[in-house]
């Protein structure tokens, strides 16, 4: 089955980095765009990246530009989400989710969870 | 950035009763770029109906989507015990994607 794995969630404090790594099998990493969409417990869904498949292209939600950075490694099937100087609202579960071919969000992981707090 | 509105913000509804969830776009969505997730609790969102109307692989029959411009409504014709999440909407015409705030349905 198509899959996609998020792991280095974590504890950081304020003004901190944290790395997100997802791993995707089972598909074509490399012919597919993909994002991060993130969610505060109880809360709802808000985009938060997305890159093109060869990485050439990134985007950012205002509230995260400058500060996070989206990148993949197409050889190695994983997509990253680099989060510098960290803040509380960044507290939340970050999904990987892949673009389809028809531009909709198709498959989610299950997601990792990002705790900003000192 | 297009703002959706979904509603109503709960809906409690006994199983076997028909559902409907209504998506409201700030402006038009262009291309019908409008999709539904289900997310139940401690889970991922699920992908239920693409570009308005288009039912994702694997989903029930019970689901559709219709809609066009800047109203847009998911039905679940009969529901079931599982149905009970929440449900929402999202554009995918502009940047940056949005969401709407949610739709939580209740089986009774």
């Given at each position: 089955d198509v899959q996609l794995v998020e792991s280095g969630g974590g504890l950081a404090q304020p003004g901190g980095s944290l790395?997100?790594?997802?791993?995707?099998?089972?598909?074509?990493?490399?012919?597919?765009w993909m994002?991060?969409?993130?969610?505060?417990?109880?809360?709802?869904?808000?985009?938060?990246?997305?890159?093109n498949s060869?990485?050439?292209?990134?985007?950012?939600a205002d509230s995260v530009k400058g500060r996070f950075t989206i990148s993949r490694d197409n050889a190695q099937n994983t997509l990253y989400l680099r989060m510098n100087t960290l803040r509380v609202e960044d507290t939340a579960v970050y999904y990987c989710v892949r673009e389809a071919w028809g531009n909709h969000m198709d498959v989610?992981?299950?997601?990792?969870?990002?705790?900003?707090?000192? | 950035e297009i703002v959706l509105t979904q509603s109503p913000g709960t809906l409690s509804l006994s199983p076997g009763e028909r559902a409907t969830l209504s998506c409201r776009a700030s402006q038009s969505v262009g291309r019908n770029y409008l999709a539904?997730?289900?997310?139940?609790?401690?889970?991922?969102?699920?992908?239920l109906i693409y570009g308005a109307s288009s039912t994702a692989t694997g989903i029930p029959e019970?689901?559709?989507?219709?809609?066009?411009?800047?109203?847009?409504?998911?039905?679940?014709?009969?529901?079931?015990?599982?149905?009970?999440?929440?449900?929402?909407?999202?554009?995918?015409?502009?940047?940056?994607?949005?969401?709407?705030?949610?739709?939580?349905?209740?089986?009774?």
């Open positions: 790395t997100l790594y997802c791993a995707a099998s089972e598909f074509s990493f490399k012919n597919y994002h991060w969409v993130r969610q505060v417990p109880g809360k709802g869904l808000v985009w938060v990246s997305r890159i060869d990485g050439s292209s990134t985007t950012y989610w992981g299950k997601g990792t969870t990002v705790t900003v707090s000192s | 539904w997730y289900q997310q139940k609790p401690g889970q991922a969102p699920r992908l019970r689901f559709s989507g219709s809609g066009s411009g800047t109203d847009f409504t998911l039905t679940i014709s009969r529901l079931e015990p599982e149905d009970s999440a929440v449900y929402y909407c999202q554009q995918y015409d502009l940047s940056p994607r949005t969401f709407g705030q949610g739709t939580k349905v209740e089986i009774k």
